[in-house]
């Protein structure tokens, strides 16, 4: 069974998860600055687990672990960004 927290409309705005509260240059939201996705479906993923994030210690440690063999191996990751 997989858990995950939820960020209510309320946390979002304070915490500027997804929009900025500020109108001067340079301020970002957290969305806006990890978003480097390519397609409609990975901007929802990434908006999904910024609202949504796993407090499940193995699914947390998996990724973990995904992301460890990425860094590791340049052409793996080259070859998904290709796709």
């Known amino acids: 069974m997989l858990y995950f927290l939820f960020a209510d409309t309320v946390t979002a705005q304070h915490l500027e998860l997804l929009q900025s509260n500020?109108?001067?240059?340079g301020t970002h939201s957290l969305l806006g600055i990890l978003s480097?996705?390519?397609t409609p479906g990975g901007s929802r993923l990434l908006r999904m687990n910024i609202l949504q994030p796993p407090y499940d210690l193995k699914l947390?440690?998996?990724r973990l672990d995904?992301?460890?063999e990425l860094m590791e191996s340049r052409e793996i990751l080259h070859g998904?960004?290709?796709l």
């Open 22 to 25: 500020h109108k001067a240059a």
């Open 36 to 38: 480097n996705c390519r």
């Open 60 to 62: 947390i440690q998996t």
């Open 66 to 68: 995904c992301i460890e």
């Open 80 to 82: 998904l960004q290709v």
